[in-house]
């Protein structure tokens, strides 16, 4: 079994072209030629973090993966910073015997979620984009951006945070990418002005509020992967034109959709798969009179995809 770490992915994922292998890991998952099975967690609450084991194989391929990805929050109190960790294991699919380890330390569970941002920002944003809103701060609130980059031509920003030195940090450290990037006073000034909005934060309240939105909005939410946190305020799925999620069993349990279903505003058949609209017309993209949600909690299937390109990419190098 061969071990490739941080460095030595890092290396290699340049090289890859991740969209079109995030995107027929989608199709092949609401195609039903995968086995997902539920997610694993574990929830911590002192300090607050979160593990989530995720797993799972395409029918007839090589491989199949297991993904552990942790993210703690920290607490300024006691001085605890937040840290992410995490490693992706691959085995044979028809022998099961250990095939390597990615010490990615959850950097490619970061990148893939960046995708698949991406891919739903290029299928169901508007086709023009004059700012895009972002709700928190992070690592996943930067990666989204970066990777919208090959998806829009817009590079204006409105940021927000919980944090004056995190937002500050934040358009520091984006200002040096080529973003033209304001501080939003409240998230009704981002939902009230902005085109894309990202939400990637632990929140457990809702930041969106529905009767602050302005038409021609599409949302990609990806901060509520777990029960108990929730970006987005359940109306919204009320006034949506779409509502997209990644996984529906998913999202119906663990989602900003669950709150939507639980409040009874929508049922599981007002929600779309990601997979099943991905090479479609253009007809799912948002219009200028519309509202379009994505609700992404994480599929294994783009850990699968990640895992395997990454795997093969490291054996070739010198």
Not at 195 to 221: C, E, F, Q, R, V
Request: charged share 25%; net charge negative.
């Amino acid at each position: 079994m061969k071990v490739f770490g941080l460095e030595e992915i890092k290396r290699v994922l340049p090289k890859l072209d991740l969209f079109p292998l995030i995107k027929q890991g989608f199709k092949a998952y609401s195609s039903g030629l995968t086995v997902v099975p539920p997610v694993g967690e574990m929830i911590f609450d002192d300090p607050p973090g979160d593990v989530h084991i995720k797993y799972g194989y395409i029918k007839g391929d090589e491989y199949y993966v297991i993904k552990i990805a942790s993210g703690f929050y920290g607490d300024t109190n006691l001085g605890i910073s937040p840290s992410q960790g995490g490693v992706m294991l691959l085995f044979d699919q028809k022998t099961g015997q250990e095939v390597a380890i990615l010490a990615d330390e959850c950097y490619l569970t970061n990148v893939r979620t960046a995708v698949a941002g991406g891919i739903c920002a290029e299928i169901l944003a508007p086709k023009k984009i004059d700012c895009i809103g972002v709700i928190g701060t992070g690592v996943q609130a930067r990666m989204q951006v970066a990777y919208l980059s090959g998806v829009t031509d817009c590079r204006s920003l409105k940021v927000w945070g919980r944090s004056d030195k995190g937002v500050k940090k934040y358009i520091e450290d984006m200002s040096l990418d080529g973003w033209d990037i304001d501080k939003a006073s409240t998230t009704d000034d981002i939902a009230g002005s902005c085109d894309l909005i990202i939400t990637a934060t632990a929140s457990k309240s809702p930041l969106l509020k529905k009767n602050k939105l302005k038409k021609g909005t599409h949302i990609t939410a990806l901060g509520s992967d777990s029960p108990g946190k929730q970006e987005l305020e359940e109306g919204i799925f009320e006034i949506a034109d779409l509502i997209v999620a990644d996984s529906i069993v998913q999202c119906v349990e663990r989602g900003e959709i669950s709150h939507g279903i639980k409040n009874k505003i929508i049922d599981q058949s007002d929600i779309t798969e990601l997979g099943n609209i991905i090479g479609t017309d253009n007809t799912v993209r948002c219009g200028e009179g519309q509202i379009t949600v994505a609700d992404l909690t994480g599929v294994a299937v783009q850990d699968i995809q990640i895992a395997k390109a990454v795997y093969e990419a490291c054996e070739r190098l010198d």
